[in-house]
């Protein structure tokens, strides 16, 4: 019997942790009764630097059942950093590591799923939204779109696929070989290998607090997923650029010609045009390159992505290491 982590990042979560905790216990208990996933699996809770009281609802949790246990960052650094400390700390304990939103939005009865087919030998298994019908249209229609642009670009990535999904030890840890500091897990994962599979499940609505990812966060989230992972906007633009350059060399002989034949144009809208487009173009090449300098330089700095302020498993080992050692006394 494998021994189960639920790697859950929390920022700002407090309305919604301890339903979250109810539903997930019940669901523990559940599983172990079963004799599915061995009885030390146990729920991480990663709290993201959040501002309110969801650090202390975590290690309330903790201290009165000991399947819960947490993970405090030492600020805020977003979901995927959040679930990569979570990953990498959960793997010292156990062998599979299914990774959830605090807000319930991913159905918890589809981790059942997940653990037949990691029976059949699959080390990753994807969880994928069979409908998204409570998201927003806007929310739906965006997500669309930007799977299909992921995947002109060259990212193989699963489609409706978020952070829910089963890996073993093993896929963790192949994943830590990855010392990349600008995150896009779900683009990651894929390119590790392994036996994959999937399992579909309905999305619900988040059921209480409110989403927290604004436009702001899942449009640079979004930008993140493409020039961390394909280099085919900059490939786009010098395509770009050499067309301009080819139909310039047209206009020019063309001008050439009528300017032989002895007709001047007054070509001044022509010029401001050309002159506002290209200027247009070249800001939008130096930007996209930018981009790409940007992400180089965080990656030479080789930051960590995240710093671990305290970790409850810790505590419990010490305090456990504390009184075997008064005891060997
Ligand atoms: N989250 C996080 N750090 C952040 C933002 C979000 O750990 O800076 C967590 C959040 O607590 C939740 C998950 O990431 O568990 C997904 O966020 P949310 O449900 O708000 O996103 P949505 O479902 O609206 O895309
Ligand atoms: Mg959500």
């Known amino acids: 019997m494998e021994t189960l982590y639920i790697v859950i990042p929390c920022y700002n979560e407090e309305e919604m942790l301890p339903l979250t905790a109810r539903a997930l216990i019940e669901k523990m208990d559940t599983l172990i009764k079963a004799g599915r996933i061995a009885p030390d699996s146990k729920v991480m809770f990663v709290d993201d630097g959040s501002k309110d009281k969801t650090w202390e609802l975590i290690e309330r949790l903790h201290s009165s059942i000991p399947m819960f246990t947490g ?3 030492s600020r805020n ?3 995927q950093n959040a679930l990569l400390a979570g990953l990498m700390t959960a793997k010292e304990s156990s062998d599979i590591i299914v990774s959830m939103d605090a807000d319930l939005q991913d159905d918890i009865n589809a981790i059942d799923g997940f653990l037949d087919k990691r029976a059949e030998g699959c080390d990753i298994v994807y969880g994928v939204r069979s409908s998204r019908k409570k998201d927003t249209a806007f929310k739906r229609g965006t997500a669309r779109a930007y799977y299909k642009l992921l995947a002109r670009m060259g990212v193989e990535i699963t489609y409706d696929h978020a952070d829910y999904r089963l890996m073993s030890r093993r896929a963790v840890e192949a994943l830590e070989e990855f010392t990349e500091v600008n995150l896009f897990l779900r683009g990651m994962v894929p390119m590790l290998g392994f036996k994959s599979d999937t399992v579909e499940y309905v999305r619900n609505e988040r059921q209480a607090g409110e989403s927290k990812y604004p436009l702001k966060k899942m449009i640079s989230f979004a930008v993140e997923g493409i020039t961390s992972l394909s280099v085919k906007p900059i490939r786009f633009i010098t395509t770009l650029g050499l067309l301009v350059f080819l139909v310039s060399i047209f206009m020019l002989i063309y001008f050439f010609v009528i ?25 939008l090449a130096i930007g996209v390159i930018g981009e790409y300098i940007g992400k180089i330089y965080l990656e030479t700095k080789r930051r960590p992505s995240f710093l671990i302020e305290k970790n409850l498993e810790d505590e419990k080992n010490t305090s456990a290491k504390d009184s075997a050692e008064r005891k060997g006394e």
């Open 259 to 283: 300017w032989c034949m002895g007709k001047t144009v007054a070509g001044w809208t022509t010029t401001v045009v050309s002159v506002w487009a290209l200027g247009g173009l070249q800001l």
């Open 77 to 79: 650094r977003g979901h």
């Open 71 to 73: 993970l405090k960052l």
